[in-house]
Structures are given as structure tokens and as C-alpha cells.
């Protein structure tokens, strides 16, 4: 839009060359009133090319952050593990996140006991030859104690919310003796006890207390299993028991 101005003082003819003067202030407002929009317009359309790029960083930025707190995450949660076996079974088994060993595999012992339980047991056996019979009876209290042996495999791998552990098949680790008694000795008329029909006896004891605690293994896996349940919390626990093929002698 034009804006004219008397540039020559009066009605005599214009003082100035008609591209100066006044002239050239019509010109120059003329210009003035596109470059106020147009410096807008550039403004706009930098910061809209700044607020892009910040865009462009924060999502290219985006999986490097979700894996580094995947990773932290999964440290803390394997330093988590680690307590809790230490604090309840004292001992540290291999620990790995995603199958990279996080913790080494440190042992307090070649045996992890988890339950054990008293159990009583009568032996009674009578034997006739020609017709005489002589009997034992025997009573005997033993402590069996079941669990894992740790010279076999015990890894831990972390995946995300899972905690997969291999353990080897739980098993009756050993039958102690608390008690032993003999109550009866009773004779044949000529088929008489000798030292060695009780040594027999007491060797049976231990086999009948083990038998008699079969059960012993299973409820060790699962009280190993609830446990570390337990203790972990939101972690959901897996336990995988292997058998060994090896032979046992």
C-alpha cells in the first residue's frame, strides 16, 4: 500500500528528482510493511525446525534409555537374588542377566539342605530254623535331611521378570542317628541270636528311615521353591530340576 505525501513544501512543482525524496519514503514503507510478516514467518519456521530436531534426538535417544534401565533394572534384581540366597541358604550359586554372568558361584558347603524331619522306625524280625524261632526288635529315631547337592549344577538366569533356576533333582542327603534302642532279644530254643544277626538288623535301620522319608525330596524342591518366592516378591520363580545320568555308587 502507498502512502503519498506532499513532498515539495507548497503547490510549486516537487524540489526533488521524482526517485528522491519523499518518492523513495513511499518505496521504502512499501517494503517495510512485507518484511514484518515475513520475519514472523522465519521465526515460526525456526522454531518449529528446533522443536523437530529436539524431537528427532529424544526419540533416536529413546532405546538406549529403555535399555540402560532394562539393564539397571535387571542389576538390581540380580543383587536381589543374591541376598536372598546368601540370607537364606548361605551360599552364592552363578548368576546370570540374559546368560551374561552378573555374579561368579561361591559354596559354603557341598550340600544344600533345605527340610529335614525326625523319623521313627521300628525294626521287627523274627527267623525259625527247624522249627525254632528267634526274634530282634529294634527302635531307632533318625533325622533325615533332604535337598540339593551343589556339586552338581546351581545357575540362576535372569530374563526380565523371570528367574530360571537348575538345580539338580532334589535327593535324601543324609540319615542321622538321634536314637537307638533294642527291645526285644528273644531266643529259639536251639536257634540262638548271634553278634552278628544284630549287626545285620542295625544296618537295615538307616535304609527303613530313608525309605520311610521318600517323600522328603519332593517337599524340598518345593519348599525351595515358595522360599525364594517368598522372598523375591514381584519376581516370578522357575525352578527346573535336572536329573543327573551319571550313576550313583
Sequence with gaps: M???????????????????????LFRVM??????????????????????????????????????????????VDALKIRDAFVD????????????????????????????DRNTDITNDTAETWFGSTKTIRMHGTYRVKAGFDLSKKLEVNV????????????TILSVEPLSMAVDELRDG??????PRDIDRELKKMPELARAKASSLPGEAEQTFKRLLSDRLGDLHVHVESEVDDAPEY
Excluded at 503519498?4 to 518518492?23: H, Q
Design 88 to 115: 537364606l541358604f548361605q551360599l552364592q550359586p552363578k548368576i546370570s542377566v540374559n546368560e551374561t554372568a552378573v555374579f561368579g558361584e561361591t559354596k559354603a558347603a557341598l550340600e544344600l539342605v533345605v527340610v
Design 189 to 194: 530254643l536251639w536257634n540262638r541270636i548271634q
Design 2 to 24: 502507498y502512502i503519498f505525501t506532499d513532498c515539495s513544501g507548497g503547490n510549486s512543482s516537487p524540489s526533488y528528482p521524482a526517485d528522491a525524496g519523499g518518492c523513495t
Design 30 to 75: 512499501h517494503r517495510r510493511s512485507y518484511l514484518v510478516p515475513l520475519t514472523f514467518l522465519l521465526l515460526v519456521f525456526l522454531a518449529l525446525a528446533i522443536t523437530g530436531k529436539l524431537i528427532v534426538d529424544q526419540m533416536a535417544a529413546w532405546p538406549a534409555r529403555l535399555v540402560n534401565s532394562a539393564s539397571n533394572q535387571a542389576s
Design 159 to 170: 530374563a526380565g521378570q523371570d528367574v530360571n533356576i537348575k538345580v539338580p533333582k532334589a
